[in-house]
């Protein structure tokens, strides 16, 4: 017989690996609350979910954006081969965690009933981690995450909410920053955020 622990000792446990810092542990008790729970999390675990998910991969993100500037730098040009190689090896492991995250979701919630609300706050992240991929995906694999994110987000925008919702509004900002810094559509960016406001 399996200890499962119960959703409200999920959530503890989850709250104490964020302040411990141990960020894996923290998505790891946050499924199992998404396990039993599916959409039907209420808006303090949403918040908390958005953390865990933030937390395990800011600092790779971070690292990869670091060690490009640093590979601009003329000066650091003779380790040139060992910055790319380690900065592939922080690549990979931050394209796994989404990868994880993403399926979290889809597996967890969106394979569940879901709609309204709850149902837009899921998609807009699945299209945000899909965009968090795409900022260092090359290739084949570039084009197949920005399709991916876009098809996330124009479907978490097609959702009916109020206009002064904060999904509504971090979705809006999210797909502007996607269509700027992703699919460099500068026009599209402008318009979303301005039908926002």
Not at 91 to 118: F, H, M, T, W, Y
Request: proline fraction near 2%; hydrophobic fraction near 40%.
């Amino acid at each position: 017989m399996t200890n499962t622990p119960s959703v409200d000792e999920s959530i503890f446990l989850a709250r104490v690996a964020e302040q411990a810092e141990r960020f894996d542990d923290m998505v790891t008790y946050l499924e199992a609350v998404l396990h039993i729970k599916g959409a039907d999390v209420t808006s303090d675990e949403r918040n908390l979910i958005s953390v865990a998910f933030k937390n395990l991969i800011s600092s790779k993100r971070a690292a990869c954006r670091t060690i490009a500037a640093i590979e601009q730098n003329p000066k650091y040009s003779k380790f040139g081969e060992a910055l790319t190689t380690y900065k592939s090896s922080i690549e990979e492991q931050l394209i796994g965690d989404c990868d994880r995250i993403i399926n979290i979701i889809k597996n967890k919630v969106l394979s569940k009933p879901c709609d309204g609300e709850a149902k837009a706050f899921f998609v807009k992240m699945v299209g945000d981690y899909y965009r968090y991929i795409s900022e260092n995906a090359k290739g084949a694999k570039l084009e197949q995450v920005k399709q991916a994110a876009l098809t996330s987000y124009n479907e978490a925008n097609g959702i009916e909410l109020a206009a002064c919702n904060p999904i509504k509004l971090g979705l809006a900002l999210n797909f502007s920053v996607f269509h700027y810094e992703v699919m460099k559509n500068h026009a599209e960016a402008c318009t979303l955020a301005d039908n926002a406001l």
